[in-house]
């Protein structure tokens, strides 16, 4: 494996033509970086590089496809392409030599699964901390939810997707249930529970519900090789 991802040439002596090549040292690849310009100067280029100079050398690669433009990474070019002979005058002008083309190993991901793999987690692995953020509880609402997930750890309940945590809501809702928690857990008002309900409902409107289920993304699925040694790019579709 390459220990630099080529990215162009200097002219460092003077003699019109790039002799000295630029390199990103892989050993310090993990510094942050910013890719800016005006509209068609290359920046969407410049990240397929990137990515593909990574697969090449084994990393695997995690992109946001904003613009959907960056998919066009799976699909290698063609020499029977109008700009087959400009690609290769500007390889020749900025000292890449061995120009040819290939395409990167790629995995589709989707929130809605539509334009790929769906991205999912459950309700348990994301918790109630993240949970009450991403619903905006108050102190005491989100209180309630702390109470719901450890009555559910407590009882073995798996809560995989909205309608577990509402079905749960439900259950300690019944008063001779909510009675009883409150003595073991703490005070659960029936305000709160309401409360989050109606957060849970607005929640499966804006389509929520895509994005909690099973088989649940974990990290690994992202970080993937393949048999001869490439890093796998994974696309997240954000358009």
């Known amino acids: 494996m390459a220990d630099s991802i080529f990215i162009g040439g200097a002219d ?17 690849a993990n510094r942050h970086g910013l890719v800016a310009g005006a509209t068609g100067t290359g920046k969407t280029v410049t990240l ?3 990515a593909q100079g990574f697969s090449d050398a084994g990393v695997p ?5 904003v613009k959907g433009d960056l ?11 109008p700009l087959h002979p400009k690609l290769v005058s500007r390889a020749e002008k900025i000292g ?10 790629t995995i589709f991901w989707d929130l809605f699964g539509e334009k790929g ?3 999912r987690t459950t309700i348990s692995e994301m918790g109630p901390l993240l949970l009450s953020r ?8 989100e209180g309630v939810l702390n109470i719901a997930f450890e009555y559910a750890d407590d009882n073995g309940l798996l809560l ?3 309608k577990d945590l509402r079905k749960l809501l439900a259950h300690m809702g019944d008063k001779e249930i909510r009675d009883e928690l409150s003595k073991e857990y703490g005070n659960i008002a029936s305000a709160s529970l309401g409360a989050l309900q109606r957060n849970l409902l607005v929640m499966e409107r804006e389509g929520a519900e895509h994005f909690f289920g099973e088989p649940a993304l974990e990290l690994p699925d992202m970080m993937r090789t393949t048999t001869d040694g490439r890093g796998i790019v994974s696309v997240l579709d954000s358009t």
Do not use: R, W
Not at 98 to 104: E, V
């Open 117 to 119: 793999h769906p991205v």
């Open 48 to 50: 397929q590089i990137l």
């Open 12 to 28: 460092a002596n003077g003699t019109g033509k790039p002799d000295v090549a630029q390199e990103l040292l892989l050993k310090i």
């Open 96 to 105: 890449l030599a061995d120009y040819s083309y290939s395409g990167a190993p």
């Open 61 to 65: 690669v995690f992109c946001a496809d």
């Open 71 to 81: 998919s066009g990474i799976c699909v290698p070019g063609s020499e029977k392409h």
């Open 134 to 141: 991403l619903m905006g509880l108050t102190d005491a609402q």
């Open 160 to 162: 995989l997707d909205l």
